[in-house]
């Protein structure tokens, strides 16, 4: 099989702001997979978790060096193909995976949702991201994405801001008044609280119908998460904690779900396994993205009848995502008939 790799850049149409940092673009790298006259598609989206980093320049030499030791191999070899990817940093592998899947699908000339007896049915709605600003801006930019997306059903609010838990109340009081009665309402610290904040945000959040929290201690405190767990009745789940399905029984039993990314993972194969894993640890499942394209969200929309809670928004706060893919549907993101992932290239991508 032959490899190909393009960087193309995409920009962010509100800049969005965590615990760790602001982010406006992005520079991604398109991987396509040729063999048999078909053509399997994946992304790599570099990322940046507590101490672990990947980056488009790391990406993009890691691919480019492994791309003359994949042409001996065919994409359905799969078992012979996987101790090769495993060398690979997780987004890299991401990338590869996922247009091994697409190649699949088109392959069998089946959607992968269908591919693996999936249920569109079951898709929740997506959430979309209002992140740490101003009380006033951050209502402006639920403004934005109501009229965005008429149909809205969730929302994640990001805190764990460094202004500390009156900035975090302040903002999360003006959203909600403006939030509609029936919206999903759920919060991501980023690991942004210790655990004397988390404790205490997690029951003032409680009070006010939040759903879920997702990372509220940094993965160093990981150790403190049954404390925490055993304070307050609200669901947490854990994003930066969690990579892999290792990960998944490490955590089990002081937290009450796992957000799984596709960069993180390492690709739809591990998505799977992580999921398995959850469930029959008891674990509840979201699925999240870093800047990814539609390419990269759309592969989690195959997966999405599978999940609890989705957020898969990133490719919704594009100007410029030179990807179509899944559809927004009643607030759903739902992915097509077509087979493999059901992508078409929009516009040359840029650098």
Known sequence: MQISITPFTVHKRVALTISRGTSAQSTNLWVR????????????????????????????????????????????????????????????RAALDVALHDWLGKQAQLPLWQLWGLDRDRIGPTAVTVGINSPAKAVRRLQQWQAQLPDLQSVKIKLGSPAGLQADQAMMTALLTEIPAGIKVSIDANGGWDLAMAIAMADWLAARGVTYLEQPLPAALDAQLGQLSARSRLPKFVDESCFTAVDVVRLAGQVNGINIKLMKAGGLSEALRMIHTARACGLDIMFGCYSDSAISNTALAHLAPLADHLDLDSHLNLTDDPFHGATMQAGCLIPQDAPGLGLSHLALPHC
Not at 38 to 65: C, D, K, N, P, Y
Not at 82 to 90: N, Q
């Open 33 to 92: 997979v040729q063999a048999d006259g078909i053509e399997g598609w994946g992304e790599a989206t570099a990322f940046s978790v507590g101490t672990h980093r990947e980056t488009t320049e790391q990406l993009m030499a890691e691919l480019t060096a492994l791309t003359p030791q994949l042409t001996d191999f065919h994409p359905l070899e799969r078992q012979r193909l996987a101790p090769v990817l495993a060398k690979l940093s997780t987004a890299a």
